[in-house]
């Protein structure tokens, strides 16, 4: 625990170091709490907007998240990460330089620089920059769950192929049909044809 406790103590020092602009420049207030041994967070907000640097368990790494006070910090919204701020156009211009040989101080620096070069429109509390980065997310989300859909659907389809229920899987194959690999497609036929006599959507 001693070696977790002098990580904990780098990254408060680290973080101190390399968000200081957001005390200078945007008139931030900072706050450090230490939930239990080995864990912190020091969350830095102003008037409109809040930042967020987290580390411990169980990965103890350091994690970085900001948002609107009152809008994405309420139960049913999210913060933003720094995936959201590589999507931005400023991204594509901006360069970091390492810092030091450390990685997990390295790794502070870099989600600072990140947030000030590509964030600055963000931490001033920017509708429009908060606006689109939520459709990219909501996009995304969207994306993501349809995966997960059609991975159930297939494996159910396996599934039922498995247990020779045919026409569980001619179902199953129809609602999922434009996501088939050709392999599954060579099995819906074939359940088709072991269903004769039955009309399906799909010929």
Not at 4 to 25: I, M, P
Not at 52 to 72: A, C, K, Q, T
Not at 133 to 153: C, N, P, S, V
Request: aromatic fraction near 12%; charged fraction near 30%; charge should be negative.
């Amino acid at each position: 625990m001693e070696a977790v406790n002098d990580k904990t103590n780098l990254v408060a020092v680290a973080t101190e170091r390399y968000f200081l602009f957001l005390k200078q420049d945007y008139g931030f207030a900072e706050s450090i709490l230490r939930p239990h041994e080995g864990s912190l967070i020091i969350r830095y907000v102003n008037s409109k907007v809040y930042v967020n640097v987290l580390f411990g368990p169980p990965e103890y790494e350091v994690e970085m998240s900001f948002g609107r006070l009152d809008i994405d910090d309420i139960e049913g919204e999210y913060s933003f990460e720094a995936g959201d701020l590589v999507q931005l156009q400023s991204y594509k211009i901006w360069n970091f330089e390492q810092q030091t040989s450390d990685a997990l101080e390295n790794q502070i620096a870099w989600f600072a620089s990140l947030l000030r070069h590509c964030g600055a429109k963000c931490l001033s509390a920017d509708e429009p920059s908060f606006a689109a980065m939520k459709a990219r997310r909501e996009i995304a989300i969207t994306q993501w769950r349809d995966d997960e859909a059609q991975k159930r659907l297939t494996a159910q389809f396996d599934e039922a192929w498995r247990a020779k229920d045919y026409c569980r899987v001619v179902e199953l194959g129809e609602a999922a049909y434009g996501h088939l690999s050709d392999v599954n497609l060579k099995k819906l036929r074939i359940a088709k044809r072991k269903n004769t006599g039955v009309k399906w959507l799909i010929e």
